[in-house]
């Protein structure tokens, strides 16, 4: 079982530079989510989605942008990469409802120099 | 907005013994889902334990159980026969009950509580 897939698992970016850190997952889940964990600081949500074509902005939205045009796929980019996003970033999805488990992606450490 | 508190950023447990992480979290809120998640070394979430609100039995897994205090909003992670495999960064996460989706159905995750195991 594939479960929820990242990529990269380590990317290193220059100040300025874009990029899309991908995610995927086979499990039909109609819920995704971007979070990242910085020391001390512990998860913080970045974007969600809870199906195809609709998305929100989560505690930390700035400088990220997100779309679900499927139900697999909901990728993170990075429109002008800065050093503050230095991070690591983790996908997860879930089904609706409340007491469902979330699955993990492996996250991506991004260092932004 | 829902808040949750670990207000031990480091914890050390002998192999063998007993350790209990705390967590405290706020909301308004009656009904909702509580849950520990481990990250080791590997840096992949894995789900420990999960408690429904409205059950006021505490949840077991194992050697994993909770002590759910409603009243005080407590929800602590009691870990028995610490082995050196539990060496890990532990998170408690609150979720809303999702009435009407969208936010309600976010993960709020506490700061986390780095844990070590002495052999």
């Known amino acids: 079982n594939a479960g929820v897939t990242q990529t990269p698992k380590f990317q290193v970016l220059k100040t300025g530079q874009s990029m899309t850190l991908q995610c995927a997952q086979d499990m039909n889940h109609e819920y995704m989510s971007w979070y990242r964990q910085d020391p001390g600081m512990g998860l913080r949500l970045i974007h969600y989605?809870?199906?195809?074509?609709?998305?929100d902005q989560g505690e930390v939205p700035n400088g990220y942008n997100v779309s679900r045009s499927t139900t697999e796929d909901f990728p993170l980019r990075l429109l002008s990469a800065a050093p503050s996003q230095t991070s690591v970033y983790f996908c997860?999805?879930?089904?609706?409802?409340?007491?469902?488990?979330?699955?993990f992606g492996q996250g991506t450490r991004l260092t932004v120099v | 907005a829902q808040t949750v508190t670990q207000s031990q950023p480091e914890m050390s447990v002998q192999e063998a013994e007993t350790v209990t992480l705390s967590c405290t979290y706020d909301t308004s809120e009656s009904d909702y889902y509580l849950f520990w998640y481990k990250q080791p070394p590997s840096r992949q979430m894995i789900l420990v334990i999960r408690q429904e609100a409205y059950k006021q039995q505490n949840a077991t897994e194992n050697r994993f159980s909770v002590n759910f205090q409603k009243a005080a909003k407590s929800f602590s992670l009691k870990i028995s026969d610490s082995q050196l495999g539990d060496a890990a960064m532990y998170f408690c996460a609150y979720k809303g009950f999702p009435l009407y989706g969208g936010s309600q159905g976010n993960l709020i995750f506490g700061k986390g509580t780095k844990l070590s195991v002495k052999p």
């Open positions: 989605s809870v199906g195809a074509g609709i998305t």
């Open positions: 997860a999805s879930r089904l609706t409802g409340g007491y469902t488990e979330a699955f």
